[in-house]
């Protein structure tokens, strides 16, 4: 589709998060179909703490994501 080289995918998981596996398979497949993909394993599990532990830098995520341009993607049509 078009866009999916310019999209980059963070993922974030708790070592000892009960989804931590499943985080890394996710990452890989990703990854095997060519998309962009971070991951990042901290300590800690899927808690409140961790997740208040790092709300600033997922807000700082999705600020970068919504205030940087899109590529144009513009389909040229030519004139008869």
Do not use: K, M
């Not at 998060?17 to 398979?25: H, I, K, N, P, Y």
């Amino acid at each position: 589709a078009i866009g999916l080289d310019q999209l980059h995918i963070a993922l974030d998981v708790g070592e000892v998060d009960a989804l931590a596996a499943d985080t890394q398979r996710l990452a890989q497949a990703l990854r095997e179909h060519g998309l962009a993909v971070s991951l990042t394993i901290n300590a800690g599990g899927h808690t409140r703490p961790y997740w208040r532990s790092h709300t600033a830098e997922y807000l700082r995520f999705l600020q970068a994501a919504i205030t940087t341009p899109a590529p144009s993607h513009r389909c040229h049509i030519p004139a008869n």
